[in-house]
């Protein structure tokens, strides 16, 4: 998807978006060899994106994957029981990554792995509220169930924000539901299910804030962000300049 250059000069990390609109009208920039102006859009992942003859680098040399986390494994570099960890799965990257954020061994879908420790701090402060979407498979009263998970709700001493929640599809007696909070307590979604009289059954992460899980994407399989992808989360918890 296309963005306007100066945009995409400041979500790199180079300059402000007013000091990247200085270079663009200075000739310092060129998109596919030409000299671009005030106004011109690119796409990271198709266009070839000059900075004074430097390639524009969204990621800035660090390693950011997407993983389909499977259940069955913990969100662990190393886990004292001897279980399979994500760090497992992605092995094979060509670097020493770590999980933005955890899924409990039970849970699947959608986990960040970098080695951007400025990001992972931006990604998880909880005044930056980065939405988080889940897909959970409960059975139980939900028209019950349904305003409590939508109302303030205190766990453990905590208060927790409303959360987002919609009902889905409803098969053999079991419902899915999509919830949308934007705090991050341990396991908090199955204990407001459960404090709301439900079982959970299963729960996939399927967005993170504006980037959503990859359908095609196996369990257990990973891939690099794309540099759609990255302006993405380099947005997230930040004010327009």
Do not use: F
Not at 27 to 43: E, I, M, P, W
Not at 74 to 99: I, Q
Not at 218 to 224: Q, V
């Amino acid at each position: 998807m296309e963005e306007r250059l100066q945009k995409l000069i400041s979500a790199c990390g180079l300059a402000s978006r007013r000091t990247a609109e200085g270079w663009i009208t200075a000739g310092r920039v060129t998109v596919n060899g030409r000299t671009a102006h005030l106004g011109d859009r690119a796409d990271p992942d198709r266009d070839e994106i000059l900075v004074d003859g430097t390639p524009l680098d969204p990621g800035g040399g660090r390693t950011y994957l997407m993983l389909n986390k499977p259940r069955g494994y913990v969100t662990t570099l190393s886990d004292e029981k001897g279980r399979r960890t994500v760090a497992d799965l992605v092995s094979d990257c060509g670097a020493r990554v770590w999980p933005v954020g955890r899924l409990d061994m039970d849970s699947e879908g959608l986990l960040l792995l970098t080695d951007d420790g400025e990001l992972t701090h931006r990604l998880l402060h909880p005044s930056h509220e980065i939405e988080k979407e889940y897909l959970v498979w409960v059975t139980g009263d939900v028209k019950r169930a349904l305003p409590i998970l939508s109302a303030p709700m205190e766990l453990a001493g905590d208060m927790l924000s409303p959360a987002k929640v919609r009902r889905g599809r409803v098969i053999g007696g079991v419902s899915q539901l999509s919830i949308v909070i934007h705090q991050g307590k341990n396991r908090q979604v199955r204990r407001m299910c459960a404090q709301a009289g439900l079982t959970v059954l299963r729960l996939k992460r399927i967005r993170e804030g504006g980037l959503s899980l990859d359908r095609s994407l196996a369990p257990g399989k990973w891939r690099a962000l794309t540099g759609q992808e990255l302006l993405l989360l380099s947005q997230e918890g930040k004010k327009e300049d």
